[in-house]
């Protein structure tokens, strides 16, 4: 695992890993790293290192019995949150020691598995595929104590064509998230959605794909007087043969 200056290119440092390693994020301020190791089912461990120096420190090494379905860091780097079916953990640094203890977990039924995580200053946000009707569920939670603030069903399961939960991301200023999932076959559920973190009541903004969506990203632009959403994907359902992509740009003001 290597770490550069954004800017030059120019390689800071490098730590040595036996494992392929995945799923890499940085803290906003550029000195904190987390990422996953290993592949394999039985056998992954959970990496969040101190890249402040060429060496890299560890904070965090733990090992699990499973590969993470969803893995998010907190923009401080402070926090780092993963799910594994129908449970997800939050784990979170000593103020003195800087080392990562398991703050709370959450469990919902043996249906559940949560596919998608983003984490802000306050908030968690999970997305749940729900087995016995092929639903999409976003929770929004606390992130103190990961009690559920508010939790959003998607409106038309139709039991065919998985409605998986692909991606989410709050903005910089932790008041909106955008997500995207599978989308069922007909098209009728919103594959993009964006929500309020103070309103409850379902998203804000909204957009039916032909396909599927698997990307991302939501920030504010004082310039725009509003909130840029990109998001991209497959142009026929994740589940369909067939090719072509799909790019989203959409400005929300509300």
């Not at 909204?206 to 990203?217: A, E, H, I, Y």
Request: aromatic share 12%; net charge negative.
């Amino acid at each position: 695992v290597s770490w550069y200056n954004a800017k030059t290119g120019t390689l800071i440092g490098t730590w040595s890993n036996p494992s392929d390693s995945y799923a890499g994020q940085i803290s906003d301020d550029g000195k904190i790293l987390s990422f996953i190791s290993g592949v394999v089912e039985d056998n992954t461990t959970i990496y969040v290192l101190d890249i402040s120096s060429h060496l890299g420190k560890i904070l965090m090494q733990q090992t699990f019995d499973y590969s993470p379905n969803s893995f998010c860091m907190s923009p401080s780097g402070h926090s780092v949150f993963f799910s594994h079916h129908q449970s997800a953990h939050l784990w979170s640094s000593d103020p003195n020691t800087g080392k990562f203890a398991l703050s709370w977990s959450v469990n919902r039924s043996s249906q559940h598995r949560g596919t998608a995580c983003s984490v802000s200053g306050d908030h968690v946000a999970i997305g749940w595929f729900v087995e016995h009707d092929y639903q999409n569920s976003w929770e929004l939670l606390s992130i103190k104590n990961g009690a559920v603030i508010w939790d959003w069903k998607a409106k038309n399961p139709v039991g065919k064509g998985q409605d998986i939960p692909a991606n989410v991301h709050f903005s910089d200023d932790g008041k909106m998230f955008a997500t995207v999932s599978w989308g069922n076959y007909e098209t009728n559920t919103p594959q993009l959605n964006v929500f309020n973190v103070g309103h409850e009541d379902g998203p804000v903004w909204n957009l039916t794909t032909p396909g599927s969506m698997f990307q991302v990203d939501i920030a504010y632009s004082p310039k725009l007087r509003g909130y840029v959403v990109v998001a991209s994907g497959k142009h026929v359902h994740a589940n369909v043969f067939g090719d072509g992509g799909d790019l989203f740009i959409a400005l929300v003001q509300f």
